[in-house]
């Protein structure tokens, strides 16, 4: 059974910081291509960062500077370490998984809370 499983959301004030990890099982996860996305109350869910199979990075403008994700094949984690957080940092965070070849398989995980609030 595939799961993914987000976790470090919370509280903070803006300024501050936060590192979310999703962890994964039932996957071979060193082939998959991990990302984080963000959706706010009444919004679209939105891109914040990728890391692919090969370790490549790909970042959202409106994170670039602040937010780095990162990976750790061996623990089957994926991270995303958030500074200087701002108010409309506030969302609800992803992780997903897609693997495409041949067929295209995509996983995701429940989500967990980040709120930027004083």
């Known amino acids: 059974q595939v799961q993914l499983v987000e976790s470090g959301g919370g509280l903070v004030q803006p300024g501050g910081s936060l590192r979310l990890s999703c962890a994964a099982s039932g996957i071979t996860f060193s082939v998959y291509d991990m990302a984080w996305y963000r959706q706010a109350p009444g919004k679209q869910r939105e891109l914040v960062a990728i890391n692919n199979s090969g370790g490549t990075t790909n970042y959202a403008d409106f994170v670039k500077g602040r937010f780095t994700i990162s990976r750790d094949n061996d623990k089957k984690t994926v991270y995303l370490q958030m500074n200087s957080l701002k108010p409309e940092d506030t969302a609800v965070y992803y992780c997903?998984?897609?693997?495409?070849?041949?067929?295209?398989?995509?996983?995701w995980g429940q989500g967990t809370q980040v709120t930027v609030s004083s």
């Open positions: 997903s998984a897609q693997r495409n070849v041949f067929i295209t398989r995509t996983y």
